[in-house]
C-alpha cells in the first residue's frame, strides 16, 4: 500500500491505516482489532444485516455496521465504547435468543462472539424448534440454528454461482430455502460444501455430525437420484 493511498483514521483513540476500499472492520482486523462480526466473511461481499460489527463514528448520531463502512481520513471511530459494545451484546443476545440451546453448537463463530463479549443467557424466549433437513447425503441442515445472514447464499451465489439457495417467507418467520423450497437432497445443490465453510452458526454443517437426537434416524430420508459435485474431495 502505498503512502499516499492510505486512509488515516482512529480506532478506539489508536490510529490505523486503511487500504482503498476496506471497510472499518477489514482495517480494523488487519491492525489487529477484532471487531465482532456474524454476517460478514472474508471473501463474500459484505452484506450487513447481522448488525453485531456496529461501531461509534464521531459526529453520528446512529450507530454504523463497520462492515459496510469506508473509513474517511480523520474519522474517529469507537469499537469498544460502552454504547457500542451495548449494541454489540444486543445484537448477540437477540441472534443468540433465535437459537433454541438444543441446536447451538459451542464452537461456533456466534458462540466465539457471544463468550467473548459475555453473552451468557438470553433473556428472550427462542423460536420453537424447526425439524432439520436431512435429505442430502453429505450436507444437514439445522434450521433451529440459522440467523438469516445469508453468508450461505452468498457463498453458494458468489464463491460457486451456483445460486441454489435463497430466502423465503417474511419478519420472524424468513428462512432460507433451497430452490424453490424443495429438500435439499432435492435440489440442485452439488454438495461442494461452500455454504458450510461459510455458515457462522453451525446451521448448514456435515450430515453426520447433527446431532441424531433432532432428527431421529426413521425420519431420514435419502435421494437416489446423482447430482454432479464440484467438491474438490469428491472427483
Ligand atoms: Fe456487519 Fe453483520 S457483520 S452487519
Not at 70 to 86: D, F, I, L, T, Y
Not at 101 to 113: I, N, T
Request: glycine content about 8%; overall charge negative.
Amino acid at each position: 500500500m502505498n503512502a499516499t493511498d492510505r486512509i488515516r483514521f482512529e480506532l478506539d483513540g489508536r490510529d490505523i491505516d486503511a487500504a482503498p476500499g476496506e471497510s472499518i472492520l477489514q482495517a480494523a482486523r488487519r491492525a489487529g482489532t477484532d471487531i465482532p462480526h456474524l454476517c460478514y466473511t472474508d471473501g463474500l461481499r459484505a452484506d450487513g444485516n447481522c448488525r453485531a460489527c456496529v461501531v461509534e463514528i464521531d459526529g453520528e448520531r446512529v450507530l454504523a455496521p463497520s462492515c459496510c463502512r469506508a473509513p474517511q481520513p480523520g474519522m474517529k471511530v469507537k469499537a469498544a465504547s460502552e454504547r457500542a459494545r451495548a449494541s454489540q451484546r444486543m445484537v448477540l443476545e437477540l441472534l443468540r435468543a433465535d437459537v433454541p440451546a438444543a441446536a447451538e453448537k459451542s464452537d461456533s463463530e456466534l458462540a466465539h462472539w457471544c463468550e467473548a463479549l459475555g453473552v451468557v443467557e438470553p433473556r428472550f424466549t427462542p423460536r420453537t424448534n424447526p425439524t432439520p433437513d436431512r435429505s442430502h447425503p453429505g450436507i444437514a441442515v439445522d434450521f433451529a440454528a440459522c440467523i438469516q445472514c445469508t453468508r450461505c447464499l452468498r457463498a453458494c451465489r458468489e464463491e460457486q454461482v451456483n445460486d441454489v439457495i435463497g430466502l423465503a417467507r417474511r419478519g420472524a418467520d424468513t428462512a432460507i430455502v433451497f430452490d424453490f423450497g424443495d429438500p435439499m437432497g432435492d435440489s440442485s445443490c452439488v454438495g461442494c460444501g461452500e455454504c458450510v465453510q461459510a455458515c457462522p452458526t453451525g446451521a448448514l454443517l456435515p450430515a453426520t455430525l447433527l446431532d441424531v437426537a433432532v432428527a431421529p434416524a426413521s425420519a431420514a430420508y435419502r435421494p437416489t437420484r446423482q447430482v454432479d459435485s464440484l467438491c474438490p474431495y469428491c472427483g
